[in-house]
């Protein structure tokens, strides 16, 4: 038996080095498989396990068009939806959600075929719904190509403040 998800989210919190990544990775992706295909669609409980589980679908998006794994951003989509709004705001969910529409098109999917993935799923198509059509340029920007690619939070904390100003739209 693996790692149960909540394990898996757990050790996010220990610092890891890149090896220990990139088993983290798929540690949590393994077990968020296996949650899946048990049928359980429970709330992930807890602030931290609720931020390490953003902080992978977030993640994921790009090893998702790197890989050209379409599977890899179904399992985002639905580790979306077993995020709690009592331990996450919906809008980080949201632009994590932008990622994925943006990460679909990059895999040469249409967002309706996509989308009818979870034609029996209430809870997600609620959630897919809700996926903003574009990605903030004040959130995220794409870079990189093919095994390259990956999207990049957008540090505003290291911009200048016309920089910062620019992007937020106030001059």
């Not at 610092?15 to 709330?43: K, P």
């Not at 931290?48 to 790197?66: F, H, I, K, M, Q």
């Amino acid at each position: 038996m693996g790692v149960s998800l909540e394990d898996a989210l757990e050790a996010w919190h220990t610092g890891l080095s890149v090896d220990q990544e990139e088993q983290w990775n798929r540690d949590v992706r393994d077990a968020l498989g296996v949650r899946i295909a048990d049928g359980c669609r429970e709330a992930v409980i807890g602030r931290r396990p609720s931020w390490a589980l953003l902080g992978w679908c977030e993640n994921a998006t790009s090893t998702a068009v790197r890989s050209q794994d379409s599977h890899l951003l179904e399992l985002v989509t639905i580790a979306l939806s077993l995020l709690s709004s009592r331990h996450i705001d919906h809008r980080e969910v949201l632009l994590v959600g932008a990622l994925v529409r943006r990460a679909v098109e990059l895999l040469g999917l249409h967002w309706g075929e996509f989308r009818r993935r979870f034609a029996s799923d209430g809870p997600v198509l609620e959630l897919l719904d809700k996926f903003p059509e574009a990605v903030s340029a004040k959130s995220h920007r794409e870079q990189g190509s093919g095994r390259e690619f990956r999207f990049v939070k957008v540090r505003l904390a290291s911009m200048s403040e016309d920089e910062l100003l620019r992007r937020l739209g106030e001059t």
